[in-house]
């Protein structure tokens, strides 16, 4: 069993605008200082690049829903090991 | 008599691959996140010392390959092979940029002598030690991968070419492929945390 689905040719190149674009707000924001912000705006800039990338270059769309439930597993886990790292280390 | 084959669980098989490597990076993005909270006047300059425009130069180049990886893998399901390797070897010419563009990076930082261990770098305050110690360690390790799925690549060129990656089955394609985009995921968090936010 393979995909049934073909991705066209130019939703990758749309996609890859948009991570382009992404990219270049991501630059422009760090030239504004926004200091404590500065951290918080890239990161969530980068997760919105890592979904999109996620979703149409590594497949997931066309995937079983269980791919997507493994994938937000891991992550989860890994934000709760940065949040009782955090707690623990801010905590001492 | 046709061999038993399950794509499905051969992609499985990858992902969960890439959970591992995921958690390995996610290990040193950990520390990263807190020595920098320790340490964030020090990180701050330290960050001036990159060269962003080499940082952003690179990051254009691995998110082009990473959309001609995945273009290439609709030429193959489409049975257009030619366009299936010039795909593939867009996308190494675009690592061989990366890696071009990296020597260039580190070629400079040793040549005015900062590196791992080096008397400069010793002599440096303990955070700035700490920054450029995540930084060559974290781009050398992305570079360790990128040079991985290069080969990878390769061989997966090649197998088009000879026609045993094909319309029918083309699962190391999209494995490769997958190995590729993680080298990009990675990036994209690497990129701004230590090339932008200065």
Redesign the interface.
């Given at each position: 069993m393979t995909h049934t689905e073909i991705q066209d040719y130019r939703v990758y190149g749309w996609v890859l605008l948009a991570l382009l674009i992404l990219t270049t707000i991501t630059i422009t924001v760090t030239w504004i200082d926004l200091s404590a912000l500065t951290v918080l705006v890239a990161l969530i800039i980068a997760s919105v690049k890592s979904f999109i990338v996620l979703r149409h270059f590594m497949h997931l769309k066309f995937e079983s829903k269980l791919f997507t439930v493994f994938v937000v597993m891991v992550l989860g886990i890994y934000t709760l090991v940065i949040a009782l790292t955090f707690f623990d280390y801010l905590m001492r | 008599m046709e061999m038993h084959r399950?794509?499905?669980g051969a992609?499985?098989g990858m992902?969960?691959f890439i959970?591992t490597e995921?958690?390995l990076f996610?290990g040193l993005f950990?520390v990263y996140?807190?020595m920098r909270?320790r340490y964030s006047v020090e990180f701050h300059q330290a960050a001036h010392q990159l060269n962003?425009f080499i940082g952003?130069l690179n990051?254009?180049v691995l998110?082009?390959s990473?959309?001609t990886?995945?273009?290439s893998?609709?030429a193959v399901?489409?049975g257009e092979k030619r366009k299936g390797v010039m795909f593939i070897l867009i996308t190494l010419v675009c690592a061989g940029i990366f890696l071009f563009n990296k020597y260039l990076e580190w070629g400079h930082k040793i040549s005015i002598g900062l590196y791992p261990g080096s008397e400069m770098m010793i002599g440096l305050k303990y955070g700035y030690i700490l920054f450029f110690s995540l930084y060559f360690f974290m781009t050398g390790l992305h570079m360790l991968h990128l040079l991985v799925g290069s080969i990878i690549l390769t061989i997966v060129m090649v197998k088009i070419q000879i026609g045993t990656i094909n319309a029918?089955?083309?699962?190391l394609l999209?494995n490769g492929?997958?190995y590729w985009?993680l080298v990009?995921?990675i990036w994209?968090?690497l990129?701004?945390?230590l090339y932008?936010?200065?």
């Open positions: - | 399950d794509d499905i992609r499985l992902w969960i959970f995921i958690l996610g950990l996140a807190v909270n962003a952003t990051t254009v998110l082009l990473s959309a990886v995945a273009m893998v609709t399901q489409r029918g089955k083309y699962t999209e492929g997958l985009h990009d995921l994209i968090f990129f701004p945390l932008l936010i200065t």
